[in-house]
């Protein structure tokens, strides 16, 4: 359910913070759906049970990116989903040199909180009263001192900001992903009328770069822990490739464009590795794979190998124990003469689907289980059966 004003002033009140506090440990899943509610609805009227309901299982899925707050924070469920990770949060946050940020489009107010968290005076604009309304009781449960106002971002701007932070929403009104950055909500195009030393935009980390290429400056695509979660967009740096950045809880890594030397492409030799996510979206495989000494098994395709581990945080390692070019027959005699029974299918640039591969081979009972990358080396398909144990 969506909330309303009403809803926000019951939830804060205090009959809903103490039915809130209730019902907080109640097994909120959707089976449990009519039960909850015909309890609630003995002290609650409908609404109010709704929203209390719907305002509990917010609250546990917000517990990822709200760690410390979740269970005093409001949500929506739009606004939760297009909330930052907090370890972009504050990574952001750390680089932002301005003192003065204005956030546009600021949602339930995470990304304002962060910012303010890092002693930055913000001020927060949505077009929606409800989401401003959210993003105050979220300042409060904080106790941040960040400022909010409903506002219309196509209209001027507030004056006196040095930093403007722009996070348009990437969904249409029936939740579908918006794949155009002139289709967001609102365009990217306007912030060509903006004026400010820094201006940041957040955008979805599978955005075009084609698109960008007329604004300028420098994406950067982050990870957290191997998991590909934003890109950002810094319009004030200079004209730039893209960047990849690691997060991880010993701080930010960051790997640039280099002079790209020629890669040896050769057959799979001792060890697999599979880039972060962050890399391949920068197109920065090349440039990893100098780092590391590696060589690629095909130029279209992001996976490394090496004949030597080397520690590294951008990515995992597979070890190799065979490959051979893909023959169905092949494969299935070589896995049961090795008493394999259990596969786990990874696929890139090879057609048929994992679970496809699986029901073909038609593997009999055994003990061993492997890795199946299956992929192009040289540009024919080639299976490269690995560990069942990744590393990195």
């Given at each position: 359910?969506?909330?309303?004003?009403?809803?926000?002033?019951?939830?804060?009140?205090?009959?809903?913070?103490?039915?809130?506090?209730?019902?907080?440990?109640?097994?909120?899943?959707?089976?449990?759906?009519?039960?909850?509610?015909?309890?609630?609805?003995?002290?609650?009227?409908?609404?109010?049970?709704?929203?209390?309901?719907?305002?509990?299982?917010?609250?546990?899925?917000?517990?990822?990116?709200?760690?410390?707050?979740?269970?005093?924070?409001?949500?929506?469920?739009?606004?939760?989903?297009?909330?930052s990770?907090?370890?972009?949060?504050?990574?952001?946050?750390?680089?932002?040199?301005?003192?003065?940020?204005?956030?546009?489009?600021?949602?339930?107010?995470?990304?304002?909180?962060?910012?303010?968290?890092?002693?930055?005076?913000v001020?927060?604009?949505?077009?929606?009263?409800?989401?401003?309304?959210?993003?105050?009781?979220?300042?409060?449960?904080?106790?941040?001192?960040a400022?909010?106002?409903?506002?219309?971002?196509?209209?001027?701007?507030?004056?006196?900001f040095?930093?403007?932070?722009?996070?348009?929403?990437?969904?249409?009104?029936?939740?579908?992903?918006?794949?155009?950055?002139?289709?967001y909500?609102?365009?990217?195009?306007?912030?060509?009328?903006?004026?400010?030393?820094e201006?940041?935009?957040?955008?979805s980390?599978?955005?075009?770069?084609?698109?960008?290429?007329?604004?300028?400056?420098q994406?950067?695509?982050?990870?957290?822990?191997?998991?590909?979660?934003?890109?950002?967009?810094w319009?004030?740096?200079p004209?730039?490739p893209?960047?990849?950045?690691?997060?991880t809880?010993?701080g930010a890594?960051h790997?640039?464009?280099?002079?790209r030397p020629?890669?040896?492409?050769?057959?799979?030799?001792?060890?697999?590795?599979?880039?972060?996510?962050?890399?391949?979206?920068?197109?920065?495989?090349?440039?990893l794979?100098?780092?590391?000494?590696a060589?690629?098994?095909d130029?279209?395709?992001a996976?490394?190998t090496?004949?030597?581990?080397?520690?590294?945080?951008?990515?995992?390692?597979?070890k190799?124990?065979?490959?051979?070019?893909?023959?169905?027959?092949?494969?299935?005699?070589?896995?049961?003469?090795?008493?394999?029974?259990?596969?786990?299918?990874?696929?890139?640039?090879?057609?048929?689907?994992?679970?496809?591969?699986?029901a073909r081979?038609?593997l009999?009972a055994?003990?061993?289980?492997r890795?199946l990358?299956?992929?192009?080396?040289?540009?024919?398909p080639?299976?490269?059966?690995?560990?069942?144990?990744?590393?990195g």
């Amino acid at each position: 359910m969506a909330l309303s004003l009403d809803d926000i002033a019951f939830l804060r009140s205090e009959r809903g913070l103490q039915a809130l506090a209730a019902y907080a440990e109640c097994d909120t899943s959707e089976r449990n759906t009519l039960p909850l509610l015909t309890a609630m609805r003995k002290s609650l009227a409908p609404a109010e049970a709704s929203a209390t309901l719907a305002t509990l299982r917010l609250r546990k899925r917000a517990a990822a990116k709200f760690p410390r707050f979740a269970s005093d924070m409001l949500f929506t469920a739009a606004g939760l989903e297009q909330a930052s990770h907090p370890m972009t949060r504050r990574y952001r946050a750390g680089l932002i040199e301005s003192d003065s940020v204005l956030d546009i489009c600021c949602g339930i107010g995470g990304d304002s909180l962060a910012l303010a968290a890092a002693g930055k005076q913000v001020l927060g604009l949505d077009i929606d009263p409800v989401r401003i309304a959210i993003a105050r009781h979220n300042a409060d449960a904080m106790r941040l001192g960040a400022t909010f106002r409903a506002a219309n971002a196509a209209r001027p701007l507030p004056q006196g900001f040095d930093c403007i932070f722009f996070d348009p929403g990437r969904r249409d009104a029936q939740g579908r992903r918006i794949r155009h950055v002139e289709r967001y909500l609102p365009p990217l195009s306007l912030i060509r009328g903006w004026q400010a030393a820094e201006i940041i935009v957040k955008l979805s980390p599978a955005v075009d770069l084609r698109q960008l290429a007329p604004y300028g400056g420098q994406v950067e695509f982050i990870s957290a822990k191997g998991q590909l979660i934003e890109a950002v967009h810094w319009l004030h740096r200079p004209p730039a490739p893209p960047r990849a950045t690691l997060l991880t809880d010993d701080g930010a890594r960051h790997l640039d464009r280099g002079s790209r030397p020629d890669i040896a492409i050769t057959a799979p030799r001792a060890w697999l590795f599979e880039p972060d996510p962050a890399v391949l979206r920068a197109g920065l495989v090349q440039d990893l794979a100098h780092e590391l000494d590696a060589a690629m098994i095909d130029e279209t395709i992001a996976y490394l190998t090496m004949d030597t581990r080397v520690e590294t945080p951008w990515g995992r390692y597979w070890k190799i124990l065979d490959w051979m070019p893909f023959q169905l027959k092949r494969l299935r005699r070589y896995l049961i003469e090795r008493g394999v029974g259990r596969v786990t299918v990874k696929k890139r640039g090879f057609a048929m689907a994992p679970e496809e591969l699986v029901a073909r081979l038609r593997l009999r009972a055994g003990d061993e289980a492997r890795v199946l990358v299956m992929t192009r080396c040289r540009g024919k398909p080639v299976a490269i059966v690995c560990a069942p144990t990744q590393f990195g």
